[in-house]
C-alpha cells in the first residue's frame, strides 16, 4: 500500500521567506505525485503535479516541487512567500489502484 | 480543465436523517469515483471507490450500510449518508476518474460541507 508522509505539520513565516515543505511518499512502482492547496474555507486547488519527465516542475503562484526518486521525495519550494500563500497544503500519490493518497497536510501561516 | 459539480456545498441536518450529495462530472465521463471525507485539521481519506456499473469498495473502517454509493452512469455519483449523527460531520469531497486516461491530472469537486446537529 502506498503511504504518504508530510513532515511539517505546521509552518510560521514572515513574507519573503523562503519555503519548503517536505513530502515523503512510500511506493515502489510508477507514481503521480500531486500538491494541493487549500485556501480557508476553500475546496482544493492543484498547485503543480508531476507525471514524467524534468523531475523539476514548476506550478501556479510561484511554487515548484523537485521529484528525487531515489529519496522517494517530492518536497514544494517556493523562494518568497506571501501573505495570500496562508493555507493548508497537501501533498499527494497515485500509483495502484489510481486513488489518490494524501499526506497529513502542513498548515502554512505567513506573517504580514 | 475538466468541470466537476458536487452539490450541496453545505448541508446541516437533524441527527438520524439521511442527506444525498451529488457528484456530476460535467464535460467527460468518469468510469471510476472516489469518495474522500476530511475531519476538522485533518487530511482527507479515502472512504469508497465505486466503478460505473459495479459495487463500490470501502475502505477498511467505513460503514458500507451506512454510506451508499451508487454510481449508476459515467457523469453522476451520490453519496448517501444515512442515519446521520454527529460523528459524520465531516468535509465530503469527490474525485471523478477520467475513463481512458492514463496519467492524468486527479480531478475533485468542490466538497460537501456537513454539519449534523
Known amino acids: 500500500a502506498q503511504s504518504v508522509s508530510q513532515h511539517n505539520h505546521h509552518v510560521i513565516l514572515s513574507e519573503a521567506a523562503s519555503l519548503e515543505l517536505g513530502c515523503n511518499y512510500s511506493?515502489?512502482?510508477?507514481?503521480?505525485l500531486f500538491w494541493y492547496v487549500q485556501y480557508p474555507g476553500q475546496h482544493l486547488q492543484l498547485l503543480l503535479k508531476?507525471?514524467?519527465?524534468?523531475?523539476l516542475v514548476k506550478g501556479i503562484k510561484g511554487f515548484e516541487a523537485e521529484f528525487i526518486k531515489s529519496k522517494f521525495s517530492f518536497n514544494l519550494r517556493k523562494p518568497s512567500v506571501q501573505w495570500s500563500d496562508t493555507a493548508e497544503y497537501f501533498c499527494a500519490v497515485r500509483g495502484a489502484g489510481n486513488m489518490l493518497t494524501f499526506g497529513g497536510g502542513t498548515r502554512l501561516m505567513v506573517k504580514p | 480543465g475538466a468541470v466537476v459539480s458536487q452539490h450541496p456545498s453545505w448541508v446541516i441536518c437533524k441527527s438520524g436523517t439521511s442527506v444525498k450529495i451529488e457528484c456530476r462530472s460535467l464535460d467527460f465521463q468518469a468510469t471510476t469515483m472516489f469518495w474522500y471525507r476530511q475531519f476538522p485539521k485533518q487530511s482527507l481519506m479515502l472512504m469508497a471507490t465505486?466503478?460505473?456499473?459495479?459495487?463500490?469498495?470501502?475502505e477498511q473502517g467505513v460503514e458500507k450500510d451506512k454510506f451508499l454509493i451508487n454510481h449508476a452512469s459515467l457523469t453522476l455519483s451520490t453519496l448517501t449518508v444515512t442515519s446521520a449523527h454527529p460523528e459524520d460531520s465531516s468535509f465530503y469531497i469527490c474525485g471523478p476518474l477520467m475513463g481512458g486516461a492514463g496519467n492524468t491530472e486527479a480531478f475533485f469537486g468542490q466538497g460537501t460541507r456537513l454539519t449534523v446537529v
Open positions: 511506493y515502489g512502482g510508477t507514481v503521480n
Open positions: 465505486s466503478n460505473e456499473g459495479s459495487k463500490a469498495t470501502y
Open positions: 508531476y507525471f514524467s519527465g524534468d523531475p
